[in-house]
């Protein structure tokens, strides 16, 4: 069935919505659900977002406001000494982090025909360019599934010491990323389009929390 696709707001523009809306409804309507991310952190109370939410219903996509992060103290905490940090920064880049509390809070996962493991995160100026099926869909699920990373160990291990750990600790990837430009390269490029296993990533979101703190 259809699964959820979530993109964050951030200093994006309704016509980037507009675009990448219309373009999921021409290549992957059947496919994936569109749920639009609208953060409120930092605006005006008297800034009002039902103009945009009640046009992003009529086009078809599940729109959530976000009041707050879950996590919102260590991000201002992050940034405290930041100057030129606006309002927008300390919530737009931080909203796919929070994607797994958001599906609970909301209950995305018990909506009809929505996948209960896996999200396609997109920002909002991506646009689909070609058709996407659920066989696509399947195929990186699939990929991510077959992937083993093992953990970070400290420089200070020997390289024996490393070998045995990373033997020992190989586990399956909660996140892949998408390469942007470059398609041939190894490393991750663009967190802008990211395939996430949600409980997995739930899991592992405190101990990102501690790395960045």
Not at 113 to 128: N, P, Q, W
Request: overall charge neutral.
């Amino acid at each position: 069935g259809p699964r959820s696709r979530c993109t964050a707001d951030g200093a994006a523009i309704r016509m980037d919505y507009a675009a990448a809306l219309a373009s999921a409804q021409l290549y992957a309507t059947d496919v994936l659900q569109p749920v639009l991310l609208l953060g409120r952190w930092g605006l005006a109370d008297s800034q009002d977002l039902s103009g945009i939410r009640s046009w992003a219903t009529q086009q078809g996509a599940i729109v959530v406001i976000v009041e707050r992060l879950t996590f919102q103290d260590d991000v201002i905490q992050w940034h405290n000494n930041d100057t030129g940090v606006g309002p927008d920064y300390l919530m737009g880049p931080y909203l796919r982090l929070d994607i797994p509390s958001i599906i609970d809070k909301h209950k995305l996962f018990d909506l009809p025909g929505i996948c209960s493991r896996h999200v396609l995160y997109t920002d909002a100026d991506t646009l689909f360019v070609s058709p996407i099926t659920d066989q696509d869909m399947d195929e990186l699920i699939s990929v991510m599934g077959r992937r083993g990373y093992p953990r970070t160990s400290p420089l200070s291990v020997v390289w024996w010491e490393r070998l045995f750990q990373w033997l020992s600790s190989v586990e399956r990837p909660f996140v892949m990323y998408g390469r942007e430009k470059l398609l041939n390269t190894k490393k991750p490029k663009n967190t802008g389009v990211m395939l996430i296993d949600v409980p997995r990533f739930r899991q592992e979101l405190p101990a990102i929390l501690r790395f960045r703190n």
